[in-house]
């Protein structure tokens, strides 16, 4: 196919301008992991550009040994309310949108009302830890897997993709006798496996960088997530600058184990993220439309 002067100029000019947004979307990546990696004089004078100067893991190593190797517990803790967290969140995902994405649902208008209510307004962060401290679930690593356990919008998105299906399949189920749950799970979620792998994608980054309400629930430390010890761990970093003069020690200061932390969160996510970036993008194309 021939292209006109004009698309080619349009063509042209997209490049250039996508270029761009994945400079700047990949720069302060690249800085941060150059950061972590120099000298900690180099950085406090803010040479660096792109880069490492001064090859330094000083950092690296006082985040693993801090706190007797605190870390290798927390990323157990990390991974165990990922896998275990989405797993939850996944099923009552999917439980609560099949049946709203059948019309013949009794009272489907008005719980649907509700679902989308919720995305509105919340009980706010007082009464929802009343809440978890009356059932006794503070401190304890069911809280974690329970909170934030289903997002309405991911059930609309799920109840979407659902309705996008044609009937005509569970129909042909029916006559040959599958009920409800038999249809659900070997009919519609085959068909689904896009949006599910995007659903849990998102899940995952979620419950990955959750921090607040885990550094709220729990007391504990051995059972505090990644993104808690680290913070705590950066808080005492710049304590001991304060307090000690870290920032004259040529190993490492607080401005680099900042930086190191930062890798050290996000390092699983880059990892996982390009494996499943073709079902996240299908996934969402898919359902966000009806048809």
Not at 40 to 50: D, H
Not at 142 to 161: D, N, P, R
Request: aromatic share 14%; charged share 15%.
């Amino acid at each position: 196919m021939i292209q006109s002067k004009a698309e080619k100029t349009f063509y042209v000019i997209n490049n250039i301008f996508l270029l761009i947004c994945a400079v700047v979307a990949v720069y302060p990546l690249i800085y941060v992991l150059s950061a972590s990696l120099s000298d900690p004089t180099s950085v406090a004078m803010g040479s660096i550009r792109l880069l490492p100067k001064g090859l330094n893991l000083n950092s690296y190593k006082e985040v693993i040994n801090y706190n007797d190797g605190a870390i290798w517990v927390a990323y157990a803790n990390t991974f165990y309310y990922v896998i275990v967290g989405t797993a939850v969140s996944l099923i009552l995902t999917i439980f609560t949108a099949y049946p709203l994405s059948k019309k013949r649902l009794r009272g489907g208008t008005i719980i649907t009302f509700l679902v989308a209510f919720t995305m509105w307004f919340n009980a706010g962060m007082i009464p929802t830890y009343l809440n978890y401290r009356d059932f006794h679930l503070v401190d304890t690593r069911t809280s974690i897997l329970l909170h934030g356990a289903i997002v309405s919008f991911y059930v609309f998105m799920m109840k979407t993709f659902f309705q996008s299906i044609p009937d005509s399949l569970e129909e042909a189920a029916k006559i040959d006798g599958a009920g409800d749950i038999y249809i659900m799970l070997h009919i519609y979620l085959p068909l689904s496996a896009s949006c599910i792998i995007t659903i849990i994608l998102y899940y995952l980054v979620s419950r990955w960088n959750a921090y607040l309400w885990s550094s709220i629930l729990l007391n504990t430390e051995s059972k505090i997530p990644l993104q808690v010890l680290l913070k705590k761990l950066v808080v005492d970093a710049n304590w001991n600058a304060e307090t000690a003069g870290i920032d004259s020690v040529k190993d490492y200061n607080a401005e680099t184990l900042v930086y190191a932390t930062m890798v050290v969160s996000i390092v699983p996510m880059l990892i996982l993220y390009p494996f499943l970036q073709k079902y996240f993008i299908k996934g969402v194309m898919i359902g966000a439309i009806k048809g």
